[in-house]
């Protein structure tokens, strides 16, 4: 699923935050560590994303956290960054509108 490689990118990404990643965070207002915590929820989501029973929570972690990274760079008019965000928010959304219509139904 390309939904979560792309967050497996975005987690090794944070992770492993190169200097400019790291300054970025630091730039943002966040703590030095915040990296770590964005990377984590990243890898999450995309570990959630792989299975189908468990896919709809990935993509709502998955959305969470890219419209949480999308406000940051908007909040600091950094709007060419809003693009990756926007869209990995968006598929997310989708993912997870796909696996909420097709959950399994319960009937009594």
């Known amino acids: 699923m390309a939904l979560a490689a792309f967050f497996v990118v975005g987690s090794l990404s944070n992770i492993f935050a190169p200097g400019s990643i790291y300054?970025?965070?630091l730039k943002w207002g966040y703590p030095h560590w915040f990296h770590f915590v964005t990377g984590s929820l990243e890898l999450t989501a995309a570990i959630?994303?792989?299975r189908t029973p468990s896919r709809l929570l990935g993509a709502a972690l998955g959305c969470t956290?890219?419209?949480a990274a999308l406000a940051t760079v908007i909040i600091h008019g950094e709007y060419a960054h809003a693009v990756?965000?926007?869209v990995a928010a968006t598929l997310s959304f989708v993912v997870g509108w796909i696996s909420w219509r097709k959950r399994p139904t319960v009937s009594a």
Do not use: N
């Open 23 to 25: 300054q970025e965070y």
């Open 48 to 50: 959630l994303l792989f």
């Open 65 to 67: 956290v890219m419209l």
């Open 84 to 86: 990756p965000p926007l």
